[in-house]
């Protein structure tokens, strides 16, 4: 091989290594380039894959605890439903069988363990808040009887009939029973006990947690029982009159209290509401109802006549047509239908109309009929 031919190979070779050194760049460039492009879109398909295997061991591995864990939870709550169902229930029977309004407080009371911390009940009596019974409070008692008006909480209660938080403070509570309270939350919740006729006692509870729903549930159950089973009406007893002419008259928890006097000398006590028969208990609601609605009516529709009679402290002289006439009435309709009536008319007119004051009616008031 001469010269010039091993010249010709060695370019020939030098061109095909130069062309072989271009393609294998061209084919990494190529290569780079697909994995620059695809590498992201691999890289998380394959850790996608790789959590959903794992979650698919996990949740294989702990499924039996879980399931074990919430059937707990379910056997849980479903025992504490019955536990609730079954206290109330008590609680139910406890109250149905109550003797006297002493009995039904203290069961009521009582029956706010574990709703929350604290409880007093207070009985609504001649328009004033009396402390009847507590759970959880010091023993010194509640000396004073604080006027319903002096307690804007226990007012507003009362009259709209719902569950109202107040803060506790002078203004909304009175002093006395802001001082009873001590220290404690700086809120209270009163739980008005309702029945048809009136709110006749409020529930008052603070400290801890308070359970709104159960104790809704709780005084309207007891509202229900009263409802049903009412308090003995007023009992009068007649004794001797004073200097101002007036006869102590002793009530029911839920009655009025004072009337004037024009009393014979005795009066058979009705010992009990519940040796009254089915009958005469049913007289006496109608008669309660009868005598709000007449007296509600006066106010409702003779007010500047009202207003004019309690001003001048005779509100007999300024309504001598209306109370007449409602006093015919009630003497027709009840006390001459039973032995065991009692003048509610009265009761309600000097409750209602005067303000629990007997002497606004006047001089000229003939008194209870009975």
């Known amino acids: ?42 890289m998380e398909r394959v850790l996608e894959e790789t959590v959903a295997g794992l979650a698919a061991r996990l949740e294989e591995e702990h499924k039996e605890a879980l399931e074990a864990q919430l059937q707990q939870a379910n056997r849980s709550a479903e025992t504490a439903r019955r536990e609730l169902v079954r206290k109330l229930n008590q609680i139910a029977r406890r109250l149905r ?25 207070f009985l609504i009596r001649d328009r004033r808040l009396h402390l009847e019974t507590t759970r959880n409070f010091d023993d010194a008692d509640l000396a004073d009887h604080v006027p319903l008006q002096n307690a804007p909480a226990f007012a507003t209660a009362v009259e709209t009939r719902d569950t ?29 006990v309702v029945t048809r006729q009136d709110v006749p006692a409020v529930l008052m509870v603070d400290s ?24 003995q009406p007023a009992r009068v007893v007649a004794r001797p009159a004073p200097d101002n002419g ?9 009655a009025p209290l004072t009337a004037p006097a024009v009393a014979p000398a005795e009066k058979p006590e009705i010992l009990s509401w519940f040796s009254l028969s089915r009958e005469d208990r049913e007289l006496h609601l109608r008669a309660q109802r009868f005598a709000r609605v007449q007296v509600a009516e006066i106010r409702l ?48 007119l000097v409750g209602t109309l005067a303000n629990d004051d007997a002497g606004v009616l006047g001089r000229d008031y003939p008194g209870p009929l009975a």
Request: proline residues 3%; negative net charge; hydrophobic residues 40%.
């Open 1 to 42: 091989m001469n010269e010039a031919t091993s010249e010709l190979l060695a370019d020939a070779n030098d061109i095909v290594r130069e062309q072989l050194a271009l393609a294998w760049r061209e084919h990494i460039e190529r290569v780079r380039d697909v994995l620059e492009a695809q590498w992201p879109e691999r």
């Open 97 to 121: 069988n109550f003797e006297d309004e002493r009995q039904w407080s203290n069961t009521l009371v009582d029956s706010t363990r574990g709703f929350c911390g604290r409880a007093a009940l």
């Open 164 to 192: 109202l938080v107040a803060m506790r403070s002078t203004s909304e509570l009175s002093a006395p029973i802001d001082t009873y309270l001590g220290e404690g939350d700086a809120k209270v919740v009163l739980f008005p």
């Open 208 to 231: 801890g947690e308070v359970n709104v729903d159960a104790l809704e549930l709780l005084v309207a159950m007891a509202g229900a029982v009263l409802e049903s089973r009412p308090p």
């Open 246 to 254: 007036l006869v102590t008259i002793t009530a029911s928890t839920f």
């Open 301 to 348: 529709y003779q007010s500047e006549k009202v207003k004019n009679g309690r001003t001048a402290h005779d509100l007999y002289t300024s309504l001598k047509e209306e109370i007449d006439s409602a006093r015919e009435a009630f003497r027709r309709e009840f006390l001459d239908a039973s032995d065991s009536m009692v003048d509610y008319l009265h009761l309600e």
